[in-house]
Every structure is written in C-alpha cells, then in structure tokens.
C-alpha cells in the first residue's frame, strides 16, 4: 500500500471494512507485555488483534496508529486527562517552517483579507502536539466539511442509547463521509436533531466546537438539500460553517478520546478512511508513499475546504485547510503537498537528532 489511488486497495483485505466498534473501556489501552527479543514492555494499540490477517506491514501500521497514535504506556492510562488543547500548542518552530514553505502570493492574500482558515498539528506525539496555524478562529463557509458534525452527534447519541449501531446507520455514516452523500446527511441529520446537534456543538462534554466566545466554530444550521436553513450560525450568518481550528480539534478530541469514546475510534476509522472523491489532500497527496488518509472534503462553487488525519511512517499530523476564492481547489491541493514536505523535513531532522 504504497499510494493513494482513490483508495482501491487492489484487492487487498481492508480490515476498516469490517470492523465493528470495540468494546473497550473509556480512553483505556493495555500492555501487550514484554518485547522477546528486548525483554522491554511493549505496547498493544486497538488494532493489534488484527495481526493474524495478510495485511501490508505499512498498512498495519497506519491503522494501528490512527487508533492508539500515542502507543500509550505499560500501564491503564486514562484519555482524557492529560491531553492539552490545540488552541495552547502553538509552536514557533513548525509556523516558521511553514511561513517559509508558502511562497506564493496568492496564499499571503487569502490569508490577509481572512479568505482563508488554516491549521497544522503535529500528533505524533499525542501529548505534545505541535501547532501552526492562518486565521485558525475565523468561521467560514465549509460545504460538506462540517458533516464530521453531523457524525459526532450520531455517534453521541449511539453512545447514550437513543440510537443503534446497525448495519444500515453505519452505511449511511459511510456514504455521507466517504461519499459526501447529501442524502445521506440530511437523513442522519433529522434523525439526531438540528436543535440537538446545536446542543451538541454547544456542549463542554464534546469540546464545545461551536463556541461564541471564540469566533464559533463547527455549525449544520441547514440540512443538505433545497429546504431554507433552520437556524444561521449566531455570529456569522453562515449555514454549513468551521473554522479550522475547531474542525482539527474534533479530530484530535476523537484520537485522544477527549470528545468521543475511544471505543468508536474503529467506526471513525472505517467512515474516515478510503475517501471516494479523488480531488484535494487525496489528489495532492497522491503517489506518496506510505500515505494513509482520514479525511472529509467541501466543496460549493468557490468554497474548497479538506480536512483529516495524515499518517505515514511514524509521522502524524492533522489539517483542515478551508479557502475562499476562485484557484482555491488548486490552492487546497497544492497546499497539502507543501504541509506534506514541511512535515516530513522536520520529521527526518528530530530522527537524525535522536531522542
């Protein structure tokens, strides 16, 4: 599994297309025990009962990571408590490397007239992410990107009970993140509640990723149809909206099991990954290798918007990249290369530095 190509896997076994939700405790990993050959204790990721199956050692290894990125420690550790937020991780190494990396006027502009949202986090170490950003608290129109909304507040509510878990919710899930499915969207957001999704946005217990105190953030105020918007988002106006900033913070709150059970992490992993739309970071980031992408795109006349996990090798950083104007397709694409460069550049010197 050496490329993206429109995530088809050749026929390979995909184990994202059967996993069911594990039954773990909250925010809870475990030991495998000692390592045979160093005597060392190692440790065993969510994924690891899957090693029995034929599948690329690379490919193992992404999903292994996306669903216990920290390899957390020999002993029960607790998520949750010892995460910090992204919006107090700025790190002045990776913005410089980035200030640097984005040479091209047009970006410098967008950037200027708040046309464009932009966020980078280094995750590889969970506990100690790195964070770079452009106009991180600025709310703009989105498109599809703020579905992840809609699949939080599914998953919310499965999690308290008013929902199953079944066949046809996870395949809809599916449709509407893989696919982008509109349909799909509306239907999962009338099943949860524009007024409950509001709550949900709203709610310290699921990170608040709407918060007016802080530009607002993640707002579904409009199913994905020709109906008119139930309710604009208080502070801007804007019916399917993110700013950068609280989108990546979803997906870190969801690998660190601060926002979702991190018994879930499968399911997310499954709707997340193989993105059946070949344009944006699955564009840009095509023909590199060792690349595993979990991601939701947006699209809406010039509105471009792409968000998601990265993982390859031992290197994993979120971004969401929401643009405005008219080259922003090709910006978006371009973009994700440059952050794919930058990112790789200081992970090849901290490994030539050692620990």
Known sequence: MSEIKNHSFDGLHDPLDSIPPLQTQRGVAFSAGPNAKTGKEQKRGYFSGFRHRRIDRRLLYAVNLILSLALIGPNIVHAGSSYPDLRDCHSPGLQKALDEAFTRPNFWEAVKKKKLGLVVADVTKLQRPEVAWYNPNHMLYAASLPKIAIALGMIVEIDRGRFQLDDKTRNQLIRM???????????????????????????????????????????????????????????????????????????????????????????????FGKPAINHKFVKGLHGREGVRLFRKSGTWREYHADSGLVVRDELAYIVVFIDHHIAADQEVEEGIRIIDDVMQQRDNRKQTAGP
Request: hydrophobic content about 40%; aromatic content about 10%.
């Open 177 to 271: 993140i893989r696919h982008s499915s509109n349909r799909e969207a509306t239907a999962l957001l009338h099943r949860v509640g524009m007024e409950r999704l509001a709550e949900i946005l709203q709610d310290e217990r699921y990170g608040k990723l709407y918060d007016p105190a802080r530009g607002g953030g993640l707002w579904v105020g409009k199913e994905y149809g020709k109906a008119a918007a139930w309710r604009r988002d208080p502070l801007n106006g804007i019916s399917h909206g993110a700013s950068a900033i609280q989108a990546a913070r979803f997906y870190y709150g969801a690998i660190t099991g601060t926002i979702i059970d991190l018994k879930y992490l499968p399911l997310l992993a499954q709707i």
